[in-house]
Structures are given as C-alpha cells and as structure tokens.
Antibody, heavy 118, light 107 residues
Framework: EVQLLESGGGLVQPGGSLRLSCAASGFTFSGYAMSWVRQAPGKGLEWVSAINAGGSTFYADSVKGRFTISRDNSKNTLYLQVSSLRAEDTAVYYC????????????WGQGTLVTVSS | EIVLTQSPATLSLSPGERATLSCRASQSVSIYLAWYQQKPGQAPRLLIYDASNRATGIPARFSGSGSGTDFTLTISSLEPEDFAVYYCQQRSNWPYTFGQGTKLEIK
C-alpha cells in the first residue's frame, strides 16, 4: 500500500525557513517523479515544485529562488526546503506521487500546515 | 502560464442526477488534462487523467472527455459521496496548473 507521510510544518515568522519532509513507502520511490502541491486556507490548489526520477527540478514562479525540492532515494524521502517565507506561503503542503508521467498525481499525503505569521 | 477556468463555480444537484462540469484552458493542452476530487479535510483524489482515462479504482459513473481547450467531467448518476469540490489540472506545459474548482453541492 502506497503511503506518503509529510512532516515539518509549523508556525514560522516572515522571512523564516522550514524543511518539509515526506516519507514514502509501498512503491519503488526512486522510480517515480514526486511533487509538492499547496493549498492556502479555503483556496484552491497550487503546484509548487516537482522532481523527476532523474533528479531534474521544477518550480512555480511564486517560489523560485526561495524553495528547494530534493529527494533521498536511500531514505525514500522527499524534501522541500522553504525559505524567505511570506504570509502568502501559508498553506497545507501536500506531497504527491506521480503516475508514470510527472504531471499526473495518483497518491497524495494528508498534508502538513505551514503558517507564516509574526 | 496556462489558465484553467472551471464552470460553474457551484453546481447544486440531487442524488441520482447527472452532473456536467466544464474546464476551459487558455491555450491548447492537447489531451493532457486531469480531474481531481477533494472532500473537506482530505487530500485530492485523482479521478481522470489524459482527458478520458479513469484512474485505478474510480467508478464507471465518472467519465471525462475533450481535447484542446474544452473538457468535461461527467458523473452519470450522483451518489451521496460524490458531493465535493472538483479540480481540473493541465500537464501540457510547466508550470502545471489547476482550475479554481467547482463545488458540487446537494440540492
């Protein structure tokens, strides 16, 4: 059974940093693209970042230069380093697994909440 | 960036009725469009990918159609568990984008 478990969220001041983690199990982690998608309170979905099986990375313009996605295949873990945080980064951050193609997300974690506030 | 516009914003129907949700892209996305369902407090669930392919375990009452810029998600006969928010999403060009969502509510 595929499982994705996010952690690392919390309350952080504007300008601060966090590292989000996503522990994956139930599939061959190294063989699949992974993504982070966020959802601000009461709002829609925004694709934040993706990393393919080869390690190539992709970012939304809204987070480019501030967020870094990475993966540790030996630990079956996906990361998102979030820095220079702004109030508008407040959201639930979901980790998701891609189905073959990077842009189709077939399994999602339950999310971790990041709140940026002073 | 490709903008996806969903309509209507809210759809009020009764169980057993047919639901038709629309998604229009600002430029062609070929067939590279997916649909997700999200219930309150839950993560999204993949329903349809590449316009018309049902994801694993998705009931046959869910179907998708379209290509280019106009797409439709149809739920043939609504079950109580189908009332939720539905999002379309394109993977034609990075950044991948979602529509703003259609809320399907019980009439």
């Amino acid at each position: 059974e595929v499982q994705l478990l996010e952690s690392g969220g919390g309350l952080v001041q504007p300008g601060g940093s966090l590292r989000l983690s996503c522990a994956a199990s139930g599939f061959t982690f190294s063989g699949y693209a992974m993504s982070w998608v966020r959802q601000a309170p009461g709002k829609g979905l925004e694709w934040v970042s993706a990393i393919n099986a080869g390690g190539s990375t992709f970012y939304a313009d809204s987070v480019k230069g501030r967020f870094t996605i990475s993966r540790d295949n030996s630990k079956n873990t996906l990361y998102l380093q979030v820095s220079s945080l702004r109030a508008e980064d407040t959201a639930v951050y979901y980790c998701a697994k891609a189905i073959i193609a990077m842009g189709i997300l077939d399994y999602w974690g339950q999310g971790t909440l990041v709140t940026v506030s002073s | 960036e490709i903008v996806l516009t969903q309509s209507p914003a809210t759809l009020s129907l009764s169980p057993g009725e047919r639901a038709t949700l629309s998604c229009r892209a600002s430029q062609s996305v070929s067939i590279y469009l997916a649909w997700y369902q999200q219930k309150p407090g839950q993560a999204p669930r993949l329903l349809i990918y590449d316009a018309s392919n049902r994801a694993t375990g998705i009931p046959a009452r869910f179907s998708g159609s379209g290509s280019g810029t106009d797409f439709t998600l149809t739920i043939s006969s609504l079950e109580p568990e189908d009332f939720a928010v539905y999002y379309c999403q394109q993977r034609s060009n990075w950044p991948y984008t979602f529509g703003q969502g259609t809320k399907l509510e019980i009439k």
